[in-house]
T-cell receptor
Framework: EDQVTQSPEALRLQEGESSSLNCSYTVSGLRGLFWYRQDPGKGPEFLFTLYSAGEEKEKERLKATLTKKESFLHITAPKPEDSATYLC???????????FGTGTRLTIIP | GAVVSQHPSWVICKSGTSVKIECRSLDFQATTMFWYRQFPKQSLMLMATSNEGSKATYEQGVEKDKFLINHASLTLSTLTVTSAHPEDSSFYICGAGTGGNEQYFGPGTRLTVT
């Protein structure tokens, strides 16, 4: 059974203070690893898909990286508007289903 | 692109009544649609997967007679919560797959059963 563990559960940063969120996973065959952002009372917003170890993707202040066992979401010089819950999900080869982690609640303090 | 809508965005119903939630992919055809439930401060839990024109596949522990799913077309899926009870109160989110890898999500529907 696929498993996804995210850490930390919650993270408070000062504006401009860079950090990383972790997503550890176990899956029999990885089709893709996904990062989403979710604001309170809203559906998840797609950020990145990573397919193979060593792959990196960037979008504004966010960069996602992937190894064979984990993914990191690096946030550089965050702003208050980056405050949200960041969700990681994995997709197994041959299956469209996503298995989600419990998320990291990120708060950026002005 | 890849916009998914849900209706209603919130609904309050009395215990024992049924509620229907619609999910539409607005600018693409969704070969597969997924229904999730999310409790406060918890992650998304997949309830069922549906393909257009075929019966939905339910996850273990999800009552198929209680949560009726219809995937009438490549742009519309509905979830009907039958004989709702207070424990069914939750945030319901649909996801739409394009047949590739990505899955795009609707804004969610907050259901409160009194």
């Amino acid at each position: 059974e696929d498993q996804v563990t995210q850490s930390p559960e919650a993270l408070r940063l000062q504006e401009g203070e860079s950090s990383s969120l972790n997503c550890s996973y176990t899956v029999s065959g990885l089709r893709g690893l996904f990062w989403y952002r979710q604001d309170p009372g809203k559906g998840p917003e797609f950020l990145f898909t990573l397919y193979s170890a060593g792959e990196e993707k960037e979008k504004e202040r966010l960069k996602a990286t992937l190894t064979k066992k984990e993914s990191f979401l690096h946030i550089t010089a965050p702003k208050p508007e980056d405050s949200a819950t960041y969700l990681c999900a994995v997709q197994e080869i041959g299956n469209e289903k996503l298995t989600f982690g419990t998320g990291t609640r990120l708060t950026i303090i002005p | 692109g890849a916009v998914v809508s849900q209706h209603p965005s919130w609904v309050i119903c009395k215990s024992g009544t049924s509620v229907k939630i619609e999910c539409r992919s607005l600018d693409f055809q969704a070969t597969t649609m997924f229904w999730y439930r999310q409790f406060p401060k918890q992650s998304l839990m997949l309830m069922a997967t549906s393909n257009e024109g075929s019966k939905a596949t339910y996850e273990q522990g999800v009552e198929k007679d209680k949560f009726l799913i219809n995937h009438a077309s490549l742009t519309l899926s509905t979830l009907t919560v039958t004989s709702a009870h207070p424990e069914d109160s939750s945030f319901y989110i649909c996801g739409a797959g394009t047949g590739g890898n990505e899955q795009y999500f609707g804004p969610g529907t907050r259901l409160t059963v009194t």
